[in-house]
């Protein structure tokens, strides 16, 4: 088994939520386009503008997994 395997099986084994961060950090780790990056950070600027002006609601983090979950029949 390879130490990438190592690391899969043990990521795998982690809570969803400790699951979900490792992931971002891994993607983030990806990302070398600063168009990119400069595109996420205006876009979520503009999503706390529009929780701030209460333009929008949000959705726990627990609901999103169960929706997910549910989409793909887990």
């Given at each position: ?43 979520i ?30």
């Open positions: 088994m390879s130490d990438a395997d190592h690391v899969i099986a043990a990521a795998l084994a982690l809570p969803r939520e400790d699951r979900a961060r490792l992931t971002e950090a891994l993607l983030a780790g990806l990302r070398t386009d600063a168009a990119i990056e400069e595109g996420w950070s205006t876009e600027r503009r999503r706390i503008r529009e929780i701030d002006r209460g333009e929008t609601s949000l959705i726990s983090l627990d609901a999103v997994l169960r929706e997910g979950d549910e989409l793909l029949g887990i």
